[in-house]
């Protein structure tokens, strides 16, 4: 048997887990086909095969789900105190432990996600859960001095039904950003999973099943246009969270100013990461190869833009280009990959001809470029690590989002260049800073136009640490309990007090 065969019979043994399993909408505690009896089958990236149906819903399906929402918020879901609502939700976090070899195949299988990172993914995003439920028993409200005539007030209260629309590159971590912060709140939700990648998630929801009261976690897969669309519009959601694109996101906005429904929006990035010269070179360029190569460099918080000071440029590029030799495309299902194919064939395209982009623009190309077709993972949507130097900042390729392993070299002379150039693009996501200089450390920090500025490491978000964007990044932020006050709006109450009758 070749290593070709060894990697499909690898896959069809995992497929086979699943065959016989439904992944339907799951509404109101029960799994349902769509309304109109389709299905899809999302396709694993690595080997090229699909790997099971899908129900494919549509305005209907929201509907349906919508309403369940709406009654299970009405039966009392939002009126349990915090505590209540914690021990319930954790619940939901302990099945979701019991099952993490599961969800984490289910993850490896659609995304193509090497099988550990898989795991980290699925952990992470229960952990919110969990983090979001007893964040929630520790909200309170306020009173207001309005004097002794007069007892001000003001409560917290859940919208209702809330709209989640995840992306596909961490599924069941990003569920747990926006789906736990919406329950613990105290409000029902209706997730439209990613399309590529739906069944971890709809599994996830499928698992509330007896322990979440029917109809406060709803899943209803199927298109943007389809199922996205219609939840945005419907009148009964009261609140919409979306993780994805720019362009998606700010279609999300204009559909949802039209019944004025508050909107949080995660969107894209093109990260900076800046190499100061007093910079320990050797651990930046590991945490910069790693920054931009996780996950196959499919990360809206990917350390895309390296910018390094001209007279330690040489020398860090020798330490960086080690590093990114050490991440290498191989199958996700063996133990030890570090990175897996894209996430499907039309991304793998645009992956590439931002690749071709940078080659017409005259960037040089140091590292990969090409897909992998010539060996035995041409069945799969692999793609090498790149690595272009060169770059100035007003290409392209600088400034749009490529959202593959691909990363992008520019030299600066002094701070004000690197904080000036590492500000000029329309989004503000997530930056990276290498200095051993606290001063500058800071300052960078402060100057940079960023949600999430990381020193001398990268991926720092953990539960606490409120996640979003500048400017086109977006709005709203999530992992903290600023998530959680989001998903509430306030109401103030004045009681006119009486003189006391006796
Ligand atoms: P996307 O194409 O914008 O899709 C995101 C979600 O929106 C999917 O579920 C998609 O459904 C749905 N959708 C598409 N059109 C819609 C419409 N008209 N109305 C309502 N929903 C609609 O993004 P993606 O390709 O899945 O994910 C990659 C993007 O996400 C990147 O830009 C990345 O930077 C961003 N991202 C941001 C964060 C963050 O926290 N800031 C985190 C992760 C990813 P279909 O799948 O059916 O198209
Ligand atoms: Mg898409």
């Known amino acids: 048997m070749n290593f070709t065969d060894t990697l499909s019979a690898n896959h069809e043994r995992a497929r086979e887990r699943f065959r016989d399993h439904t992944f339907g909408a799951y509404v109101d505690g029960e799994d349902r086909p769509s309304a109109g009896g389709e299905t899809f089958r999302p396709t694993d990236p690595s080997v090229g095969e699909p790997i099971t149906a899908v129900a494919s819903c549509d305005e209907r399906d929201v509907d349906a789900a919508v309403a369940a ?49 898989a795991r980290a993914d699925v952990e992470n995003g229960i952990e919110y859960i969990e983090y979001y439920a007893n964040a929630g028993v520790g909200e309170t409200g306020a009173h207001v001095p309005t004097g002794e005539d007069t007892h001000t007030y003001v409560r917290r209260e859940p919208y209702g039904v809330t709209g989640q629309i995840l992306p596909w590159n961490y599924p069941i971590l990003l569920m747990g950003w926006k789906v736990g912060a919406a329950l613990a709140a105290g409000n029902a939700a209706v997730v439209k999973p990613p399309t ?72 894209g990035g093109k990260n900076p990461f800046i190499v100061f010269p007093d910079a320990d070179l050797e651990a930046a360029a590991e945490t910069v190869a790693t920054g931009g190569m996780y996950n196959a460099g499919q990360s809206c918080d990917s350390a895309t833009r390296i910018l390094v000071h001209e007279d330690v440029k040489a020398e860090f590029l020798d330490a960086y280009l080690d590093r990114i030799d050490d991440w290498e495309p191989g199958d996700p299902l063996v133990d030890g990959t570090t990175m897996g194919p894209l996430a499907y064939s039309e991304h793998r395209e645009s992956v590439h001809e931002y690749v071709e982009l940078g080659l017409e623009e005259g960037a040089t190309l140091l590292r990969g470029g090409e897909p992998i077709t010539d060996d035995s993972l041409a069945a799969g949507c692999y793609y090498p690590p790149t690595v272009f130097d060169d770059v100035e900042p007003d290409m392209r390729i600088a400034r749009e989002e490529v959202f593959g392993p691909v990363q992008f070299l520019m030299t600066f002379s002094g701070y004000d260049e690197a904080i000036e150039i590492a500000n000029d693009v329309p989004y503000g996501l997530t930056a990276g800073v290498a200095t ?12 940079v136009e960023a949600g999430s500025v990381w020193v001398n490491q990268y991926f720092g978000t953990v539960p606490g640490t409120p996640f979003g964007g500048y400017k086109q990044s977006g709005i709203g932020r999530e992992c903290a309990v600023q998530a959680i006050e989001e998903h509430t709006r306030t109401k103030s109450v004045s009681v006119a007090l009486d003189d006391p009758p006796y």
């Open 69 to 117: 929402a709406g009654e299970a918020f009405a039966a009392g879901w939002g009126d349990l105190t915090p505590p209540d609502r914690a021990d319930v939700i954790g619940d939901w976090v302990e099945t979701l432990y019991d099952h993490v070899d599961e969800l984490a195949l289910l993850v490896a299988l659609e995304v193509g996600k090497p099988l550990s990172f």
């Open 196 to 267: 590529p990648a739906p069944l971890a998630v709809i599994r996830a929801v499928q698992l509330s099943g007896g322990v979440l009261p029917d109809g406060v976690l709803n899943v209803v897969p199927g298109s943007g246009s389809a199922v996205g669309e219609p939840l945005v519009e419907h009148d009964e959601v009261r609140k919409v969270s979306f993780t994805g694109s720019v362009p998606v996101g700010q279609r999300i906005m204009r559909t949802a100013a039209d019944t004025v429904t508050p909107v949080t929006l995660e969107l």
């Open 436 to 447: 051993t200089d606290q001063s500058v450390a800071h300052r960078a920090a402060a100057d």
